[in-house]
């Protein structure tokens, strides 16, 4: 089962330096990767998503790596702004018929000015 | 301009009575969802409908009910039954292939006096 706590893991940053936010995931069977970034009291957003078949995919400011071998998925963001300050969630996705998303507890990400 | 649309985005309700929470899209998808959120978790899935007049129970459906008579809507009730209903509830709708990535609404705050 999924594990639950009052407490979402934590990440302050400095403005302007990079951020790096981990995810392990536990489905090898999963398609797709996704992160979504969670603005407070807002629904969330696709960022970027990864196909199971790579191991790296680059956005705007943000880069997302897959390691399949220890079932580890990160998110970098480069020059962290004001503006990134949020929740971000990974998600896996297995399709074939009903895609079911399954999404992890997510990291606050806390941007120092 | 597409997009989901919850409604509404507070909603207090005493203990004992039910609740509806609506949630249209025009974005012409197929599939759409309903989360739960709670403070520092994941989102937990009550309740998909991947076509018009089919609907699946999803992680944490007991106490919810749902239906789906049209595309464009998918509302939640919230019944006496559900134990702890005060969360931040969330809809979600996708094109139900390719990444499953998800386009959510606003969310709806339901409180339990």
């Known amino acids: 089962g999924e594990s639950v706590g009052l407490h979402l893991p934590t990440l302050s940053v400095q403005e302007g330096d990079n951020s790096i936010i981990n995810c392990a995931y536990s489905?090898?069977?999963?398609?797709?990767f996704i992160w979504y970034k969670q603005e407070s009291g807002k629904g969330p957003q696709f960022i970027i998503d990864?196909?199971?078949?790579?191991d790296k995919r680059q956005g705007q400011r943000v880069t997302v790596l897959l390691n399949k071998t220890v079932k580890h998925l990160s998110l970098q963001i480069a020059a962290t702004q004001p503006g990134d300050s949020a929740v971000y969630f990974c998600a896996e996705n297995r399709s074939g018929g009903y895609q079911k998303v399954t999404f992890g507890i997510g990291t606050k990400l806390q941007v120092i000015p | 301009d597409g997009g989901i649309t919850q409604s509404p985005k507070y909603l207090f309700r005493k203990e004992g009575q039910n609740v509806t929470l609506s949630c249209e899209q025009n974005?012409?998808?197929?599939?759409m969802y309903w989360y739960r959120q709670d403070p520092g978790q994941g989102l937990r899935l009550i309740y998909y409908s991947q076509i018009v007049n089919d609907f699946q129970k999803g992680d944490i459906a007991e106490g919810y009910s749902v239906s789906r008579e049209k595309k464009e809507s998918f509302p939640l009730t919230v019944t006496s039954a559900q134990k702890n209903p005060t969360a931040f509830y969330l809809c979600?709708?996708?094109?139900?292939?390719?990444?499953?990535?998800?386009?959510f609404g606003e969310g709806s705050r339901l409180t339990v006096l």
């Open positions: 979600a709708s996708s094109t139900g292939v390719g990444t499953g990535e998800l386009f």
């Open positions: 990864i196909r199971s078949n790579m």
């Open positions: 974005l012409n998808h197929d599939a």
């Open positions: 489905n090898s069977a999963s398609d797709y």
